[in-house]
């Protein structure tokens, strides 16, 4: 640990005596992404020798502050990259060879050239022109029924790998014959659509590049990543055998998995905390110390079933790029929230209207696309059915100011279908989520800002009583509470 202020060092002082007894740790997330995982990776991740991504691909997006303060988005490489900590991208991440290039090219810049190993599994399934073609194919098959993938391939990547048709990273340094039969399957596979596509106007035969031009492409690339290609789960083994500390990163979250979550508006990778196992090739014994994070009001972009949805999903996605100056620092989001929470403080705020404040409020909206995240109120019921297929040891529970100044909030405590309460862990088809009652209950929130708060008893009673709520009905201690953006905003609340 370098340079760290007096209160990062109280902040790494209590979480010590929470991480220390733990050789491993693996971070979730707990609703459909978005919850802030890669702020809590950066607070961990000094108590740990080596950090791995087990799942997901180039859509995940974590945004990180490095230590000579120059930001670098990473979507490949892990967030731990950032405390020099040896990375791994295992096997259960898919591969993308021009974006990881680019990637390591901005982490170098931002860290000076200062960079950990970074090592890459020989058998991750591998990116290729043809996967976001094939991607677009069949988002453009489903039409109103689409998905509404980040385009990175991910489902594409994760499907040929199933089929038993992908090309992995290892293939790029066997002989070049071998690899150009490979490729050859892969094209076949692909070109009855492709033909489809290029005959129903919606690509260019010249949009399709063929196995001679995809080879040329990769092989081009291979050498930059050669000395880096490795079988990750031995190295990863060697080193929790020897006590090394291992931090697991997950990427997405449980709502997104494609087990799991609500199928088909998944993504592919396994996104719960059995993929640290699958994805690394470690034990599952050496993955159970599980810490799912999750944001006080979950949010939820692209399609599909959200049952505290506050507002409709298309309005919020394009209500918040329609107003990008409300999201900028200054007077007109200040005028704009203080008169949206006059209205929700008064109980004349519409859905809409509450959405709109908690998105402002949270800037949440897409980083690259400017869309809104639509907003839900804290879903108890889900929180629990997570806990049913993760077990969590601990919570992370992020964004926890955005209520700071609300007078209550709505809690989902349980779903209703078919004029039955449902189990207090049950989750029905995801066909028929949208279709589910929420049961609320209000929750007293507080006025005061909490973003200077240094410890748990520093909070205001009000927000004292709503974390301890929340673990009561959660079963699950909060060890960590955010409380604003900055990378101290955080109090550890110790579990005992
Ligand atoms: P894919 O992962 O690109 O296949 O997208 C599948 C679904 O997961 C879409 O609804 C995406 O919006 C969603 N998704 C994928 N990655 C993320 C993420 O990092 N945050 C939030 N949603 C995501």
């Not at 892969?186 to 031009?213: A, H, S, T």
């Not at 998944?266 to 090739?281: D, E, K, P």
């Not at 529970?397 to 809690?411: A, K």
């Amino acid at each position: 640990m370098s340079k760290v202020s007096k209160k990062m060092t109280r902040i790494y002082s209590r979480l010590e005596k929470i991480l220390l007894p733990f050789k491993t740790l693996v971070i979730i997330g707990s609703y459909w992404g978005d919850e802030g995982k890669g702020k809590i990776i950066d607070l961990v991740a000094p108590f740990y020798d080596a950090v791995a991504r087990f799942s997901g691909g180039a859509g995940a997006g974590h945004t990180l502050i490095t230590e000579l303060l120059r930001k670098f988005i990473g979507h490949l490489i892990p967030c731990g990259v950032a405390h020099k900590i040896m990375c791994f991208l295992a096997r259960g991440e898919f591969f993308d060879l021009a974006r990881f290039i680019a990637e390591k090219a901005d982490a170098f810049r931002a860290m000076d050239g200062k960079l950990p190993p970074i090592r890459i599994d020989r058998q991750s399934p591998l990116w290729t022109p043809w996967h976001p073609i094939y991607e677009s194919y069949i988002e453009y098959v489903m039409g109103k029924k689409k998905v509404r993938t980040t385009g990175k391939a991910i489902g594409i990547l994760s499907g040929f790998a199933k089929l038993r048709i992908s090309l992995l990273v290892g293939h790029l340094f066997m002989d070049e014959k071998d690899l150009r039969a490979l490729l050859r399957i892969l094209y076949k596979v692909c070109k009855p659509n492709f033909d489809q596509m290029i005959e129903e106007g919606i690509i260019r035969k010249r949009d399709v590049p063929g196995p001679d031009k995809v080879a040329k492409y990769l092989l081009k690339m291979a050498p930059e990543i050669k000395d880096d290609v490795i079988d990750t789960s031995w190295a990863l083994s060697n080193l929790w055998k020897r006590g090394k500390r291992i931090l697991l990163e997950g990427a997405q979250a449980i709502g997104l998995d494609p087990q799991w979550g609500t199928y088909p508006y998944v993504t592919s990778g396994n996104c719960t905390a059995a993929g640290a196992a699958l994805g690394t090739g470690l034990p599952p014994e050496a993955t159970t110390n599980i810490m799912a994070v999750f944001k006080i009001l979950p949010t939820r972009v692209g399609a599909g079933p959200f049952p505290s949805e506050v507002w409709d999903r298309d309005k919020a996605e394009r209500w918040a790029e329609k107003h990008p100056e409300l999201f900028e620092e200054g007077r007109t989001r200040n005028r704009f929230l203080e008169k949206k929470l006059a209205k929700i403080n008064a109980g004349t705020a519409t859905p809409a209207e509450l959405c709109q404040y908690f998105m402002v409020l949270g800037d949440e909206r897409g980083a690259t696309t400017g869309r809104g995240r639509s907003i839900g109120l804290p879903d108890l019921q889900w929180l629990r059915y997570m806990i049913r297929i993760n077990k969590p040891k601990f919570l992370a529970l992020t964004r926890f100011d955005m209520l700071s100044g609300v007078r209550s909030i709505q809690v989902v405590t349980g779903y209703k279908l078919d004029g039955r309460r449902l189990k207090p862990d049950e989750m029905p088809e995801p066909w028929r989520l949208g279709e589910v009652e929420v049961i609320t209950q209000t929750w007293r929130c507080w006025s005061e800002d909490i973003s200077g708060c240094d410890s748990f008893d520093e909070l205001p009673e009000g927000a004292q009583r709503f974390i301890k709520r929340l673990e009561k009905a959660l079963g699950v201690p909060i060890v960590l509470v955010g409380t604003g953006a900055e990378r101290d905003a955080v109090i550890v609340h110790p579990t005992a």
